[in-house]
């Protein structure tokens, strides 16, 4: 297993998950709703922050790897569904959401896997719905996590919820189009 700085970030975001849930659980004596909600949002955004270094350094770095290549995209998928669980826990987002965002991970995971045993993988290689996805969830989750209302003006709950119902439908648009990109692969490879 290789070690190199965007290796040690990915390490990060993975570390990052039982902090975002954490926080949430300190008591109130510590810091307020407020104050848990805002560290909660930091903790996620610099997470979603070392998701776009990590692959920018290791480029520029050239230190690309296959275990980095695999790591990455683990670390972006348990942060987001540990974000979700916790949002799911707190009442601030819909059952649908998190069962439709999770499902499609684990479903498109599942599929590259089988593409990549198949010799198919780059059929479902990411693509810019796919990264759409990801940036629609990323910036979603911080307003729910806030929660509040920011500088007198801004509904965090209200604009987080539209947010992420605009991820929920990239997210099924996603899978539809891997799902697509690979059927014809997967045409009289099915047993």
């Given at each position: 297993?290789?070690?190199?700085?965007?290796?040690?970030?990915?390490?990060?975001?993975?570390?990052?998950?039982?902090?975002?849930?954490?926080?949430?659980?300190?008591?109130?004596?510590?810091?307020?709703?407020?104050?848990?909600n805002?560290?909660?949002?930091?903790?996620?955004?610099?997470?979603?922050?070392?998701?776009?270094?990590?692959?920018?350094?290791?480029?520029?770095?050239?230190?690309?790897?296959?275990?980095?290549?695999?790591?990455?995209?683990?670390?972006?998928?348990?942060?987001?569904?540990?974000?979700?669980?916790?949002?799911?826990?707190?009442?601030?987002?819909?059952?649908?959401?998190?069962l439709?965002?999770?499902?499609?991970?684990?479903?498109?995971?599942?599929?590259?896997?089988?593409?990549?045993?198949?010799?198919?993988?780059?059929?479902?290689a990411?693509?810019?719905?796919?990264?759409?996805?990801?940036?629609?969830q990323?910036?979603?989750?911080?307003?729910l996590?806030?929660?509040?209302?920011?500088?007198?003006?801004?509904?965090?709950?209200?604009?987080?919820?539209?947010?992420?119902?605009?991820?929920?439908?990239?997210?099924?648009?996603s899978?539809f189009?891997?799902?697509?990109?690979?059927?014809?692969?997967?045409?009289?490879?099915?047993?």
């Open positions: 297993m290789p070690f190199n700085l965007p290796i040690a970030l990915t390490w990060l975001r993975v570390a990052a998950i039982p902090l975002l849930v954490v926080v949430f659980y300190l008591p109130n004596s510590w810091f307020t709703p407020f104050e848990k805002i560290i909660a949002a930091v903790i996620f955004i610099s997470a979603a922050i070392t998701d776009w270094l990590d692959g920018f350094l290791a480029r520029r770095l050239k230190q690309e790897s296959a275990f980095g290549q695999f790591l990455d995209p683990v670390a972006d998928k348990l942060i987001v569904a540990a974000a979700l669980l916790v949002l799911l826990n707190m009442d601030r987002v819909q059952v649908w959401v998190a439709v965002i999770i499902g499609r991970e684990i479903t498109i995971s599942a599929l590259r896997e089988w593409m990549a045993l198949l010799g198919a993988g780059k059929s479902v990411v693509h810019m719905v796919g990264k759409l996805k990801t940036t629609a990323l910036v979603a989750i911080p307003f996590l806030i929660n509040d209302t920011l500088f007198g003006w801004l509904d965090c709950a209200k604009l987080g919820t539209w947010l992420i119902w605009v991820a929920a439908f990239l997210t099924l648009w899978m189009y891997y799902l697509k990109k690979a059927l014809p692969q997967l045409v009289g490879k099915i047993d």
